[in-house]
Structures are given as structure tokens and as C-alpha cells.
């Protein structure tokens, strides 16, 4: 057996009439507007339109789950792509945030079969967000586009 010989499955970066719903949160939102732009960036580049994309904006990352689920159970879109920043403080404030969002997203995705990528930063400093945020580590946000993209293309496949 060998990897040559066998069937791989995969994604495409451009999947075909997408709808695609962003959810951003405003709280840090010197932050989180940099990842919004780097997801419409990316998502433009792959060919999807401004008309395909829809944003909602919502609090703070802990409100991200509650609307990706209503978004995702409302068939309208074929991936939701969560944006936020969750940026530690002095009190357990920020694992409660942070594991809440991701285990809220993880489980919007399960329940639905919608795909949800998750661009909520995670960080101990300012400094490492604004870095990820179209800094010199990149864009999360272009990056959880490509991902809600590869997604949808690679779950269109394994139904056909
Ligand atoms: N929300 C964030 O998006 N990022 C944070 O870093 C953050 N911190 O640190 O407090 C944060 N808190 C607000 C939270 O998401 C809710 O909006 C709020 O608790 C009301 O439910």
C-alpha cells in the first residue's frame, strides 16, 4: 500500500457559490477589525463576492457560539467564520472567555454539520494579538477564511 495509490479526499480553495456568514466580536476590536478585514481579503481573492458574505457583529468571543449556532442552523450559510480576541488579563476571566468560545464553536459545528472556523486569538499579550492580526505572524482571520473555504469544498465532495 502506498499514499501514491490510494484515493485522497481533499478541499479545493475555491468552492463554488458559497455563502459564508462572519461572526466578529467588538471587544477588542483594534484587533478583531484586522482579522475581519484579513477573512473578506482572503475570501475576495478566492472568489467569493461581498453579496456571498454576510457579517454579524456581536459583544465579545463569548457571545461568538450562541449566534455561529443560529447562523448555521438557519441553512442560509455554508460555513460560519468566528472572529475575536481573547487576551489575557490578572483573573481566570480569560479561560472562562476562551474555553467557553471554543468549546461552544466546536460543538456549533458538530450539532449542525456547518462548518465553523475558529479566528479567535488566544493570547497572553497585546503584542501577540496585534502580531497575528496582519502583523509579522500573519493574518488568523485570511486563515480562517481559507480554512471555511477548504471546508466547504471538502464537505461538498465527501457527500457526492
Ligand atoms: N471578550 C473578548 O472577546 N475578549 C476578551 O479578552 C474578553 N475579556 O478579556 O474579558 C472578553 N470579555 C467579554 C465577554 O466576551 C462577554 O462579552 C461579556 O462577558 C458579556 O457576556
Do not use: W
Amino acid at each position: 500500500m502506498s499514499i501514491e495509490n490510494t484515493r485522497i479526499i481533499e478541499g479545493e480553495l475555491s468552492a463554488r457559490d458559497v455563502r459564508i456568514a462572519c461572526v466578529a466580536a467588538r471587544f477588542n476590536g483594534f484587533v478583531v477589525e484586522p482579522l475581519l478585514r484579513g477573512a473578506l481579503d482572503a475570501l475576495n481573492r478566492h472568489g467569493v463576492t461581498d453579496k456571498q458574505i454576510e457579517i454579524v457583529r456581536v459583544p465579545g468571543a463569548f457571545e461568538i457560539p450562541i449566534v455561529a449556532r443560529k447562523l448555521a442552523l438557519s441553512r442560509r450559510f455554508d460555513a460560519v467564520i468566528a472572529l475575536g480576541a481573547v487576551i489575557r488579563g490578572d483573573t481566570p476571566h480569560f479561560d472562562y472567555v476562551a474555553g467557553e468560545c471554543a468549546a461552544g464553536l466546536a460543538r456549533v459545528a458538530l450539532e449542525s454539520a456547518v462548518p465553523v472556523a475558529f479566528g479567535v486569538l488566544t493570547t497572553d499579550t497585546v503584542e501577540q494579538a496585534t502580531d497575528r492580526a496582519g502583523g509579522k505572524e500573519g493574518n488568523k482571520g485570511a486563515d480562517a477564511a481559507l480554512t471555511a473555504i477548504e471546508m466547504v469544498s471538502l464537505l461538498r465532495k465527501l457527500e457526492n
